[in-house]
């Protein structure tokens, strides 16, 4: 098995890189040997954690981390399921800040993250990062 620096495209984010990342040979060629549910739940609170703006394209991904439906989601932040998909559908649309600190709060709540701060931490930084790496245990 080796390890490897990968562009983790697949969540549908294109700044997300995962180092260390232990790969196995398999009779369909290269695959990660890891859990990516853990993957994607370590990315999510990383876009917490660093103030990662929240756009359409995070909520989506923010979304199936949790394994939420479009409803379920919703219902916990008191908005509809269209009201999810039109954000998620706007992917380069940033959140309006109520709805970014929203977002933010329930996740850092769902993942059980202590987030410090006032309104303007919780709505988070100004630009997303070029590259944001997340090593892999």
Same mark, same amino acid.
């Given at each position: 098995?080796?390890?490897?620096?990968?562009?983790?495209? !697949?969540?549908?984010?294109?700044? =997300?890189?995962?180092?260390? =990342?232990?790969?196995?040979?398999?009779?369909?060629?290269?695959?990660?040997?890891?859990?990516?549910?853990?993957?994607?739940?370590?990315?999510?609170?990383? +876009? =917490?954690?660093?103030?990662?703006? !929240?756009?359409?394209?995070?909520?989506?991904?923010?979304?199936?981390?949790?394994?939420?439906?479009?409803?379920?989601?919703?219902?916990?932040?008191?908005?509809?399921?269209?009201?999810?998909?039109?954000?998620?559908?706007?992917?380069?649309?940033?959140?309006?800040?109520?709805?970014?600190?929203?977002? &933010?709060?329930?996740?850092?709540?769902?993942?059980?993250?202590? +987030?410090?701060? &006032?309104?303007? =931490?919780?709505?988070?930084?100004?630009?997303?990062?070029?590259?944001?790496?997340?090593?892999?245990?």
């Amino acid at each position: 098995m080796r390890k490897e620096t990968l562009h983790y495209t !697949i969540c549908g984010l294109d700044y =997300v890189y995962l180092k260390n =990342v232990p790969i196995r040979q398999t009779a369909h060629g290269d695959a990660i040997d890891a859990e990516l549910s853990i993957i994607e739940k370590d990315i999510a609170r990383e +876009i =917490v954690c660093k103030g990662i703006p !929240i756009k359409g394209a995070e909520v989506q991904f923010l979304r199936k981390a949790l394994a939420l439906s479009m409803e379920k989601f919703g219902k916990l932040l008191g908005l509809s399921a269209p009201a999810i998909l039109k954000w998620e559908r706007a992917r380069t649309k940033r959140l309006e800040p109520i709805n970014e600190v929203a977002v &933010r709060a329930l996740m850092a709540e769902r993942l059980d993250i202590d +987030i410090k701060g &006032r309104f303007t =931490v919780l709505k988070g930084n100004s630009e997303t990062p070029a590259k944001l790496f997340l090593k892999v245990a």
